[in-house]
């Protein structure tokens, strides 16, 4: 609750909702992509509801990382609105600062690590919540499909995203609010990793764990949710 605190205090509550402008492009082109094309590919792959776990996973990944590289120019500029301890610019702005600073390139710095991190992060959220949705209705701990069975099993998905992820927006951050020129600190994700748990510990790649999980249990819960109801809505089939 400090951290909280302190950042109301400095900077005033709206702080907390820095860099949004940047955060609705990104999840409208990575969100979009990675739950939307997660159905197109497990009917490719021929992934049934009792396929195995890693068929599910491996079919996350896939469009996790195929919405990564549309979200990951927006991502880069809400990271660095995110970090301004000014007040925030317009995002054109942004985008132009970071085009004049670092080039095109500039808007997919910490790419390599933002792919990692979205192969996992979609392959655990989407093979978690299929596998949890099908255990729990076929063990009869959920005994009716619906709301609960789907809450459920998008909150568990919500939980283990934490666990496999933390340390992969950890050493994202640290790669995308690098500065030009000497201010390099980090020469890619491995050596961004190393470096890490050399001065942290290996449970410095957990840290800020609570908020992440905080953040993820509702976005998860909600975005899986209504995405299975619209499915239904539109008439889009289950595997």
């Known amino acids: 609750m400090i951290p909280i605190k302190v950042i109301a205090t400095e900077e005033g509550v709206k702080s907390f909702w820095k860099g949004i402008q940047a955060a609705y492009m990104r ?7 990675r739950i939307g094309l997660y159905g197109p ?10 396929s195995s776990f890693f068929l599910k996973f ?13 979200g990951n ?15 925030v ?10 085009v004049d600073e670092f080039g095109i390139k500039g808007l997919y710095k910490g790419l390599q690590a933002n792919i990692m991190r979205a192969c996992v992060l979609n392959g655990t959220k989407m ?13 009869k701990i959920i005994k009716k499909k619906g709301i ?42 491995l050596d961004c990793l190393v470096k890490t748990v050399r001065s942290q510990g290996p449970q410095g790649l957990w840290a800020g764990f609570i908020p992440i999980w905080a953040r993820f249990a509702p976005t998860t819960t909600m975005q899986l949710v ?14």
């Open 127 to 139: 093979s978690t919540y299929d596998q949890m949705k099908y255990l729990l209705y076929k063990k």
């Open 73 to 87: 120019p927006f991502d880069v500029m809400k990271t660095r609105m995110m970090a301004s301890e000014k007040k």
């Open 41 to 50: 590919i497990k009917h490719f792959l021929g992934v049934k509801k009792d």
């Open 226 to 239: 209504i995405f299975s109801f619209m499915k239904k809505w539109f008439g889009i089939s289950e595997i």
């Open 148 to 189: 609960l069975l789907e809450t459920m099993a998008a909150f568990s998905a919500g939980f283990f995203m934490t666990c496999t992820v933390a340390p992969f927006d950890k050493i994202r951050s640290l790669l995308m609010n690098q500065k030009a020129g000497k201010g390099i600190q980090y020469n890619g994700f």
């Open 27 to 33: 999840e409208a082109s990575y969100s979009g992509l």
């Open 89 to 98: 610019e317009p995002v054109g702005k942004i985008f132009r600062k970071i």
């Open 58 to 70: 491996l079919s996350g990944s896939l469009s996790g990382s195929i919405g990564s590289l549309a």
